[in-house]
T-cell receptor, first 112, second 117 residues
Framework: DQQVKQNSPSLSVQEGRISILNCDYT??????FLWYKKYPAEGPTFLIS?????DKNEDGRFTVFLNKSAKHLSLHIVPSQPGDSAVYFC???????????FGQGTRLTINP | DTEVTQTPKHLVMGMTNKKSLKCEQH?????MYWYKQKAKKPPELMFV???????INESVPSRFSPECPNSSLLNLHLHALQPEDSALYLC????????????????FGEGSRLTVL
């Protein structure tokens, strides 16, 4: 039972354009959502998070949108840069839980 | 400062060896975690320590033995591992737990790449 789903295994975007990564969840108890970026052979790096009391959070080039009714969140990166090429994981936690639930990841490639 | 430090970065061991992975954080976080990650997969939770007590063991084989000597340190003792245990082992920490508090982010170290021959 995959509670957090990233349905696109890969995404290719032109440098300078917008990258949109999507994530769906099924557990209505999730109230905190995070995005991580991972380069090969390194640990995941925290990018941005959002609480369920908000529908948008922005940090520089990164914006996360949350649509609670659709149980959907997305990460927008604009403008995309070559250094953004990595695997992006969506994760979620429920209040009182002790672990994050991760999606399967989306490999983003930024083309020059 | 959001640094979690793991040593060693690379470890090669035979199936009869005993080795340890070490993790340290100085962010004052009270929850620490061990994850295992295989190529092209998300991190897989192994253990959670909350306030220096083991709170979650995700049915991990006993050949992996965690230890939390104090609030800043986390060890993973390895003994009689199998080749299929080869993976990237990630330590992480969070302010309290990922389900409590205002800041619920999990911060990962760079990982220890383990190869079992």
């Amino acid at each position: 039972d995959q509670q957090v789903k990233q349905n696109s295994p890969s995404l290719s975007v032109q440098e300078g354009r917008i990258s949109i990564l999507n994530c769906d969840y099924t557990n209505s108890m999730f109230d905190y959502f995070l995005w991580y970026k991972k380069y090969p052979a390194e640990g995941p790096t925290f990018l941005i998070s959002i609480s369920s009391i908000k529908d948008k959070n922005e940090d520089g080039r990164f914006t996360v949108f949350l649509n609670k009714s659709a149980k959907h969140l997305s990460l927008h990166i604009v403008p995309s840069q070559p250094g953004d090429s990595a695997v992006y994981f969506c994760a979620a936690s429920a209040k009182g839980a002790q672990k994050l639930v991760f999606g399967q990841g989306t490999r983003l490639t930024i083309n020059p | 400062d959001t640094e979690v430090t793991q040593t060693p970065k690379h470890l090669v061991m035979g199936m009869t060896n005993k080795k340890s992975l070490k993790c340290e954080q100085h962010m004052g976080h009270r929850a620490m975690y061990w994850y295992k990650q295989k190529a092209k997969k998300p991190p897989e939770l192994m253990f959670v320590y909350s306030y220096e007590k083991l709170s979650i063991n995700e049915s991990v084989p006993s050949r992996f033995s965690p230890e939390c000597p104090n609030s800043s340190l986390l060890n993973l003792h390895l003994h009689a591992l199998q080749p299929e245990d080869s993976a990237l082992y990630l330590c992480a920490s969070s302010q309290v737990g990922v389900g409590t508090g205002i800041r619920r982010e999990l911060f990962f170290g760079e990982g220890s790449r383990l190869t079992v021959l």
